[in-house]
Nanobody, 126 residues
Framework: QVQLQEAGGGLVQSGGSLRLSCAASGRTSSNYFMGWFRQAPGKEREFVAGISWRIGSTRYADSVKGRFTISRDNAEITVYLQMDSLKPEDTAVYYC???????????????????WGQGTQVTVSS
């Protein structure tokens, strides 16, 4: 089992920045991928960014490419999401996720992740 704890959400004005963190604990040696998803009211959970834990490759949704950056700290077993140039449409609950089995590419669908955090609210005002 892997436990994930997000932090860093909040209220920010349009154009501002926030950094989310996700600390992993438990059987973290089995982590292959970690990702960030978000879910706005009335919408499905969508992929935001993902990272290969072992080699550090990254993948982004088109809607955040160039504005968000995912990174990892292997020593702290923590993944970060730096969010810049935030827009009101980025408002959502952001979830951290981890996958404990290998795949050929960083997965982008929620069902391909095994563990989830409780979520942190990000609100961007216009």
């Amino acid at each position: 089992q892997v436990q994930l704890q997000e932090a860093g959400g909040g209220l920010v004005q349009s154009g501002g920045s926030l950094r989310l963190s996700c600390a992993a604990s438990g059987r973290t040696s089995s982590n292959y991928f970690m990702g960030w998803f978000r879910q706005a009211p009335g919408k499905e959970r969508e992929f935001v960014a993902g990272i290969s834990w072992r080699i550090g490759s990254t993948r982004y949704a088109d809607s955040v490419k160039g504005r968000f950056t995912i990174s990892r700290d292997n020593a702290e077993i923590t993944v970060y999401l730096q969010m810049d140039s935030l827009k009101p449409e980025d408002t959502a609950v952001y979830y951290c996720a981890a996958r404990g089995n290998p795949m050929l590419a960083i997965p982008t669908t929620p069902t391909n992740y095994d563990y989830w955090g409780q979520g942190t609210q990000v609100t961007v005002s216009s």
